[in-house]
């Protein structure tokens, strides 16, 4: 079957058989289906959250939540040979995940600890649930990127009949409640495809992703997000130096790793020249040393962080834990924080710091590594791996989702936050890439 059949046919995927989704059984192709739906539609698109609701959240999303784990656990029990070896490559994961629900013991809000982390535990079963039944890499990849496409055109009829909902002074926001969540959206979907067309063995397929391409990146620019469209050019230059590096090989892996050293050393000796300013490099490449008054949210935050240096405050008991217990309540005179509406900030709009906030400094550590072993070793499979060019090109994919999504977590706080959907995309993506390894296996015994 060519790579233009199985975009043609993936259209309606959800609802289809196995052999056009990649996906083992029915029961997995409406996991996938159900979690993609959740993730980046919701239970309740064009709807602002107030600070009370997030406090206490919301009986849809439990019970999708739980109808959707329950359903991940009965499918792992059915393939559970082959949940165990995937349990058994993410245990790492699995751990910081435990540890995340652990931090119930010294949080000092256990209720909405035990809450929020048992949500990120439930999110990573079904990521793992929907792994584990993948059959066919390239196939699913398909699948994610049609349905990421039907999300991107979700959104924009949802933006032509709403306006008033839709659209911001600042950029369009989607049926999401800021245009950067709407950024997020549009970049994934980007990624994916390029990295789809990447391991395209035919022209109609690649005309066809092409075109399909087109109203995401319309979506992204309409949405004015700086920061997903900044990381959606460094995706894709990532995905084009993997397909570059898989044609011409050894030669240019080489070639490009010499250059990459030389421009480190030209950096370095710039910075040197201008004593290491730091301020003065960011408002040259972002028009703003301070990124939009980031840097007093990141000192705050980060004062606040190194009061619990260990352990942290609990998961998830630090932002949204109540009007009259906001953190940004205590905050003192003098900075813009001290005037902000309370609610309204509810991240330190950088991952790590806001992980530490979670869970201590050492477990943001493990977290960080754990993403870059994956990002690392899928890499290196995509440029020299065992697979097809079109299952290279996924692994290619996923890989830089991961990048990416490292980079982006110096200026958004998505790293583990459970409920984010660009953590929820890296959960997939992180037992994907344990999935690949599997199947190599499978196929070569």
């Known amino acids: 079957m060519t790579d233009a059949t199985y975009l043609a046919g993936t259209a309606g995927a959800a609802g289809r058989a196995p ?24 239970t309740r698109p064009f709807s602002d959250t107030s600070v009370a609701g997030r406090t206490d959240g919301n009986i849809l999303d439990r019970v999708a939540v739980i109808g959707m784990v329950l359903l991940a656990l009965k499918l792992l029990w059915d393939q559970r040979g082959t949940a165990l070896t995937c349990l058994g490559h993410n245990l790492p994961l699995f751990g910081l995940v435990g540890f995340a629900c652990l931090s119930i013991t010294w949080s000092d809000y256990p209720d909405l600890t035990l ?4 949500l990120l535990a439930f999110l990573t079963v079904i990521a793992m649930a929907i792994a584990v039944g993948v059959s066919d890499l390239r196939r699913f990849h398909t699948f994610l990127f049609v349905s990421m496409t039907g999300v991107v055109l979700f959104n924009l009829i949802g933006t032509v009949a709403m306006p008033s909902m839709s659209i911001t002074d600042i950029g369009v926001k989607g049926v999401y409640t800021q245009k950067n969540v709407a950024g997020i959206v549009a970049m994934i979907t980007a990624i994916l495809g390029v990295s789809w067309i990447i391991g395209a ?8 992703a092409l075109v399909a391409l087109a109203p995401t990146l319309l979506f992204l620019a309409l949405t004015r997000s700086k920061t997903s469209i900044n990381m959606t050019v460094a995706g894709i230059g990532l995905l084009t130096y993997f397909a570059l590096a898989e044609k011409i090989g050894r030669t240019f892996i080489l070639a490009t790793g010499m250059v990459g050293l030389l421009m480190l050393a030209a ?20 028009g703003d040393s301070t990124l939009s008054g980031r840097d007093e949210l990141w000192a705050y935050c980060r004062r606040e962080a190194e009061k619990r240096f260990w352990l942290g405050y609990g998961y998830g008991a630090y932002w949204d834990v109540g009007h009259a217990n906001d ?15 309370i609610g309204i900030i509810n991240q330190a709009h950088h991952g790590y710091l ?7 400094w050492p477990a943001t ?39 990416v999504h490292l980079i982006h977590n110096f200026t958004e706080a998505t790293l583990f936050m459970r409920g ?24 070569a015994a």
């Open 267 to 286: 950096g370095i000796a710039t910075l040197a020249a201008i004593e290491f300013d730091g301020d003065f490099v960011i408002g040259q490449i972002f």
């Open 201 to 208: 063995d035919d022209r109609k397929g690649v005309i066809r």
């Open 19 to 42: 052999e056009v989704t990649g996906l083992a059984s029915r029961g997995h192709t409406l996991l996938a289906g159900a979690f993609l739906l959740y993730t980046f539609i919701g």
């Open 115 to 118: 809450r929020r982390g048992m």
């Open 365 to 403: 550590v493990a977290a960080t590594l754990i993403v870059i072993h994956r990002v690392l070793s899928g890499g290196m499979a995509a440029v020299a791996g065992p697979g097809t060019v079109a299952e290279r090109a996924a692994l290619g994919g996923f890989a830089t989702l991961l990048a």
């Open 327 to 341: 953190p940004l309540a205590r905050v003192e005179p003098g900075t813009w924080l001290a005037s902000v509406e």
């Open 420 to 443: 984010s959907l660009f953590c929820s995309t890296v959960l997939i993506a992180l037992f994907l890439l344990s999935r690949a390894r599997a199947l190599q296996s499978e196929r």
């Open 354 to 360: 806001e992980l530490w906030l979670h869970i201590g």
